[in-house]
């Protein structure tokens, strides 16, 4: 009976393991291919937190059909960079 649940224990800790490792290695090559944007709140506060979203909210809007454009997060950086008046503008009508 005991060999039976180390049996069954192994196997579950190899089952596991083994379907980590293809998630983990496509999750790699997601944050390979995205380009991130990064919005901070002045501090923790549920105000600034709410605030931190609208401004995120605006943004995705904006950006929507602006990086529809870009084939890879190289050239979604460009865009961005090339925009970023724009981005601020958009930012700042929000707060």
């Known amino acids: ?8 224990c192994i196997a579950f800790v190899l089952t596991v393991i083994y379907s980590v490792i ?3 290695a496509e999750c790699e090559q ?5 380009f991130r944007l990064h919005i901070l709140a002045n501090s923790d506060s549920a105000e600034d937190q709410a605030l931190k979203l ?3 909210d605006a943004l995705l ?11 890879d997060s190289d050239e979604a950086e ?4 090339e925009n970023l008046k724009t981005l601020q503008t ?3 009508n929000v707060v």
């Open 78 to 81: 460009n865009i961005a960079r």
């Open 54 to 56: 609208k401004v995120r």
């Open 90 to 92: 958009v930012a700042q």
């Open 1 to 8: 009976m005991k060999l039976l649940i180390k049996s069954l």
């Open 22 to 24: 293809p998630f983990q």
């Open 61 to 71: 809007e904006y950006t929507d059909m602006l990086f529809d454009k870009a084939a």
């Open 30 to 34: 997601i944050s390979e291919e995205v």
